[in-house]
């Protein structure tokens, strides 16, 4: 995969290369040469004698040995390029920035598959094709601009697409951010996007590399290799952030059940990425204002003091914040009037904290030094100051970025007035600093980094469960949903808790089995998918009579094979189900049941295996936890017991990888126990 020839190329040839730097091989050859690159660089083009001041080669045949070769030929000719580099010229690396292949249709993903055979047969490296190239402290491989300022500090950037690359290093440096290596991977035919987060994460050295990952992916082509190095670099102290893109594109599963129906690729994503404690963005701003927000201190508690002359701005971003769930919580007491007394007449410390459009440096100075030290339930600022055009702010700015400095609580500058000041704002940025221009943004993004947890540990110690019976249930069946017998037999061997059921088809097994239950009971037809949609499902009935005449009426439903009777059972209503996504394994979700789970969609995500606390925090996750807690009064839910349902059904699916949806919708749920009433599980072999 990636390889020396790669990232360190003691020489590189242009395939392609040309004089018109208009043009992809024009354009990359000036970079390579306005970078200087300090190696030996080589053209080919059989049309001129000279390229950019080079001597050009008329083939590759011509050329003597080179590590990597950037392709920018038409694909019908790549191929055959690369077969005599690899034969004949020891070349092991290859950046194909050409597009025509895969993304063109059917010939395409030939001619890319045959490429990649001829590279993998010599262990060679292959980024893209139908990308922008590879830009490092080494060399300037790509054919665009901007081109950032190697910065070892900066973000590395891996990307699918090249233009959103690009898109996201114009508005990054405009910013404040800084760049270190970028690597946009096109089509992927070799090295996708986690190859090169994998290859960071096993060559990582926290002297000399960054500590900020910035990820777009079209495609996740490896989850597990993506959970496992991005955990891995967190753990050594990088931050990660990431964009997949497609995230409503719905999978190629059939969904049967309530499981299936809500279960989106975006929410899986989404519990992949917390899994491995990456920073979910939808956007590329977001993206690029999380990677500011890596920049700075990391938030160590909810509570933001907003310092502002702008009260506007000051609301939306409060909203935003407490939306986010951080707090913009009061500021009073005796040191909030001494503050007020430093202040013009008419600003407001009770936080917002607004001193007027009049306010000076010293002020904002003053304010920031009583947040840091007097006000101890402040946890980070967030100072919004623009200019009207009518004086010079940047004494505002010097004031602001000697406290970014000697602050222990971060601080976070919203600096809108990109026209106005912006002099003053470049000044500010030429000191190190990163500028928010959009107040509403960052409330946005900051909750979204605070909140998302520390990779979940590697280890899950899994729930003791009867492996050997759920394995011959498993086998023995067939594919499709299990028997009303065959779940019970699953649920027991894992140790789940179910009502008590039996399962009749006719009327005398009816009158026999009733003589084990207590009055009321529930009546399920067994046979169609959706039971409650065609009237299969009958509470509280009272007697042997009733039992009767309700049992005749469902076996008039089309599809029923027999009848499941149930004791009745109450609580607050809960679910936990499973999906089976290509790549990924299975989700794990969890949420309130009954029609809840249709009406509200309130459900938490996890990738099994779920450990203890995995399971805990998608409870805590949910909107209706109030519920599960216990709320004015009313008993809640045992959590302890919950959790264990959860990590048990992980258990389940790891001994059983054939269950591709699994539903327990309703769980009976209060403070002693916690009871599955309706179960169905469907296999794949």
Request: net charge neutral.
């Amino acid at each position: 995969m990636i390889n020396k020839q790669l990232t360190n190329p003691k020489s590189i040839v242009v395939v392609g290369g040309s004089t018109t730097i208009t043009k992809p091989g024009g354009k990359v050859l000036e970079n390579l040469i306005s970078g200087k690159f300090k190696g030996d660089l080589y053209v080919v083009n059989p049309k001129e004698e000279y390229v950019q001041g080079l001597p050009c080669y008329k083939t590759v045949s011509d050329l003597p040995e080179v590590d990597l070769a950037i392709m920018v030929i038409p694909a019908l000719y790549c191929y055959d390029a690369i077969s005599t580099l690899i034969d004949n010229k020891n070349t092991k690396a290859f950046i194909i920035l050409s597009a025509g292949f895969g993304e063109a249709g059917a010939l395409g993903v030939t001619a890319e598959q045959k490429i990649v055979a001829k590279i993998n047969s010599i262990n060679g490296c292959l980024i893209g094709p139908n990308c922008i190239g590879v830009l490092n402290k080494n060399y300037n491989g790509i054919f665009t601009t901007p081109i950032p300022k190697y910065n070892k500090k900066g973000c590395d950037l891996i990307s699918s697409s090249g233009a959103t690359a690009v898109f996201i290093m114009e508005a990054g440096l405009g910013l404040g951010l800084h760049f270190a290596n970028i690597y946009s991977v096109g089509n992927a035919a070799q090295i996708a996007v986690e190859d090169v987060l994998e290859y960071m994460d096993e060559n990582f050295d926290p002297a000399t590399d960054s500590k900020i990952k910035l990820l777009y992916m079209e495609s996740i082509k490896n989850p597990k290799k993506l959970l496992k190095h991005a955990t891995s670099l967190i753990k050594k102290g990088v931050r990660i952030a990431a964009i997949k893109a497609g995230s409503t594109a719905a999978g190629s599963r059939a969904a049967a059940s309530h499981t299936g129906a809500i279960a989106s690729s975006d929410m899986i994503v989404r519990a992949l990425f917390k899994k491995a404690g990456i920073v979910y963005c939808s956007s590329r701003e977001e993206l690029i204002t999380v990677a500011s927000i890596f920049n700075y201190k990391p938030l160590k508690g909810k509570n933001i003091a907003i310092i502002t002359h702008a009260g506007g701005s000051a609301v939306m971003l409060a909203d935003a914040l407490t939306k986010g769930g951080l707090m913009v919580p009061p500021i009073a007491g005796k040191e909030a009037d001494k503050l007020l007394d430093y202040l013009y007449k008419g600003s407001s410390v009770s936080n917002p904290i607004d001193f007027l459009a009049t306010g000076t440096a010293e002020q904002l100075g003053i304010i920031i030094d009583y947040c840091e030290h007097k006000f101890e339930h402040i946890d980070a600022m967030v100072v919004v100051f623009g200019s009207p055009g009518l004086f010079n702010v940047a004494n505002v700015y010097d004031v602001l970025s000697v406290k970014l400095d000697v602050c222990k609580k971060p601080i976070y500058p919203v600096l809108p007035s990109l026209i106005n000041a912006h002099k003053e704002i470049q000044g500010f940025l030429a000191k190190g600093n990163v500028n928010f221009p959009d107040e509403v943004m960052l409330g946005v993004a900051l909750p979204e980094v605070f909140f998302t947890p520390q990779p979940f540990t590697n280890f899950v110690n899994k729930p003791v469960i009867d492996e050997q019976k759920i394995r011959a249930i498993i086998d023995s069946a067939s594919d499709g949903f299990l028997s009303p017998q065959e779940v019970t037999g699953i649920l027991d061997a894992s140790g789940l808790p179910r009502v008590q059921e039996k399962v009749v088809s006719s009327i005398e097994a009816l009158q026999i089995q009733l003589e084990n239950f207590t009055f009321p009971i529930v009546m399920k037809v067994v046979g169609p998918i959706h039971k409650t949609d065609v009237g299969g499902v009958v509470l509280n009935v009272k007697s042997h009579t009733e039992a009767v005449k309700v049992y005749k009426e469902l076996m008039q439903i089309e599809e029923a094979t027999s009848v499941l009777l149930q004791n009745m059972t109450s609580g607050i209503e809960l679910f936990v189900g499973v999906v089976k996504e290509a790549g990924f394994g299975h989700a794990i979700l969890c949420g309130l049941g009954g029609i809840f789970i249709e009406v509200l969609e309130d459900v938490s995500t996890g990738i099994s295996p779920v450990s203890e606390e995995e399971a805990l925090a998608m409870i805590k996750k949910l909107k209706g936890y109030k519920l599960i807690e216990g709320l004015r009064g009313d008993k809640g839910v045992d959590e302890k017991l919950f959790v264990a349902v959860i990590r048990k059904v992980s258990a389940l699916v790891d001994v059983a990888p054939e269950i591709i949806e699994m539903d327990m919708n309703p769980l009976f749920g209060n403070p002693n126990s916690i009871i599955a009433v309706d179960t169905r599980i469907c296999i794949q072999k």
